[in-house]
């Protein structure tokens, strides 16, 4: 369980169309974001954008791994993107993973060739903040998070943002994402599980990515309910807040 | 504009009907950033501030950043791509398709007498066509009167790149009162001799007889654009930039 609330800034990049820093968890990823641009021959389409990501991991180059992380943003992007408004281009996403969180207790190496759950939210959430930054046009936004299901005493107990150490000892592991509409966006999980168990990670995920993003009531939930993880709502308001704040300064 | 606290929104989020402006007989009349889904809600697609202009019935979404998105009657500053029979393509940015400007867009040209463009020579132009499914189209005449109304090939000079929201606010009809900028007044009133063309894609143009004032006055829009200088500020620097330059 990490106590740190998630940190952003916006259009660090000065050539990018839009980009964004993130860190959270341990994880940093920064994004660039290009659109709409030009398609090349084989990723025109003739009614919409193409949503092109593309992950670069903190060291060496991207392989299978990175290709089906892409997929997996690569079509939940495309859905909150109004990709209709723009046959033709494409809009590019470039996520650089800065750091990942580091397991004193396993040799990451050799858990190389699994599925690397976690930095989904990561990704996903400075993605988003990238793309608005851009001005992308949108439908909505949209806020991620990872939810672990960890066996403890025979009992079975619901971790949200787990550490790595929960990871290890997790019997499955969600990763939820959902719009601001508070529809589900992704939903990817790892490991046994039951319906029961998936249904009360739902609501879990849905309470942390869900609460109303009301100023008031966000200051109070974060001071006095900690244990259920960060507001990502609020957060992602916050964020935009101060960028809307400093670009029509003259206003 | 009203004193009540920026109501900033953020794509997809509900606006409350109470804003939306009305009128008897006049039609309302969406900006960009807003959407409307028939058949009766309007939402915002990026993150911005919301701006409602009861008087026009107007209501459009403030932000600055992103990539241009060209929209009809826009003045942009484009420049020559290269040359077809009947067309000049004209690059509005960088990795876009290029616009399309007729061979004879221009104030009392003929298959004799049209301006010679080299591919890199800048124009200032009006967008007369904008449309998802087809490359932009540019003209420098209005079609109705002849006239060039300032538009055409811009000669010698130099471009400077600045955000959107600081070439709209340049090209606000009173971008001192509104927009908050006053640098070139500020640059004029020191002595300085120039001429400049703003392009909603982020451009401006400096044309002058001294080499020294085009870049002066670029380095002065450049850095209010970039570091958000208040009208205090600009005069500041206009100064302390004419200082340097003499």
Redesign the interface.
């Known amino acids: 369980m990490t106590t740190a609330a998630p940190e952003a800034s916006l ?1 660090a990049l000065p050539r990018a ?2 980009s964004a820093k993130y860190s959270y968890a341990g994880y940093t990823v920064t994004a660039s974001v ?5 398609a090349q021959r084989r990723d025109e389409h003739a009614y919409e954008a193409h949503v092109d990501v593309i992950i670069r991991p903190s060291a060496g180059v991207g392989g299978t791994r990175e290709r089906h992380l892409e997929s997996i943003l690569q079509s939940s992007l495309s859905q ?1 993107i ?1 990709v209709k ?5 494409v809009i590019q996403i470039v996520l650089q993973i800065e750091s990942t969180p580091e397991n004193a207790y396993v040799d990451t190496k050799l858990v190389q060739a699994s599925l690397n759950l976690p930095i989904i939210p990561a990704l996903f959430q400075t993605a988003v903040l990238a793309l ?10 949209a806020t991620s998070t990872v939810v672990a299901v960890v066996s403890e005493d025979g009992s079975k107990k619901i971790v949200a943002d787990p550490s790595p150490k929960d990871i290890g000892e997790a019997t499955s592991l969600h990763v939820l994402a959902f ?3 508070d529809e589900l966006l992704l939903s990817e999980s790892e490991g046994d599980f039951t319906v029961k168990e998936w249904d009360d990670v739902y609501e879990r995920a849905h309470q942390i990515c869900c609460q109303t993003a009301s100023k008031q009531a966000g200051i109070d939930m974060m001071l006095d309910d900690d244990s259920s993880g960060p507001n990502m709502r609020h957060f ?2 916050s964020a ?2 101060t ?9 | ?1 009203s004193t009540e606290s ?1 109501l ?1 929104v ?4 509900a606006i409350d009907p109470s804003l939306i402006p009305t009128h008897k007989k006049k039609p309302l009349r969406l900006g960009p ?1 807003l ?1 409307h889904i028939p058949p009766s809600e309007i ?1 915002p ?5 919301l701006v409602v202009d009861h008087r026009k019935t107007s209501m459009w979404i ?6 241009y ?1 060209p929209s009809q009657g826009d003045l942009i500053i484009g420049q020559i791509a290269r040359s077809a029979t009947d067309f000049y393509y004209v690059s509005l940015s960088p ?3 290029n616009a399309t400007l007729p061979h004879l867009a221009f104030e009392s040209a003929t298959k004799k007498t049209r301006p010679q463009l080299a591919s890199g020579d800048l124009v200032y132009a009006r967008v007369s066509l904008a449309n ?2 087809m490359d932009p189209e540019l003209e420098c005449v209005n079609s109705s009167t002849g006239k060039s109304d300032g538009l055409g090939p811009l000669k010698d000079g130099m471009v400077f790149d600045v955000s959107l ?1 600081f070439a709209r ?1 340049l090209l606000m009809a009173k971008s001192r009162e509104e ?3 006053e640098v070139l007044e500020a640059l004029g009133e020191e002595g300085l001799a120039f001429e400049t063309a703003v392009g909603r894609n982020g451009k401006v143009w400096v044309g002058s007889e001294s080499v020294k004032a085009v870049v002066v006055v670029g380095r002065a829009l450049r850095e209010t654009d970039e570091r ?1 200088l ?1 009208v205090e500020a600009q005069r500041k620097l206009v100064k302390k930039l004419v200082r340097e330059m003499r």
């Open positions: 259009n169309d839009g290009n659109g709409p641009i030009e909150i109004l408004n723009f046959p033709r281009s608005l930054s851009a001005t992308v046009p949108m439908k909505a936004t719009t601001s509409h992602l308001r935009l807040e960028k809307v704040a400093s670009d029509l300064y003259w206003k | 504009m920026p900033v953020l794509p997809g989020e950033g959407r939402v697609t990026v993150a911005g501030q403030e932000y600055n950043g992103g990539r998105i990795y876009t398709p998802r499914h929201g606010r927009g908050k900028v958000g208040g």
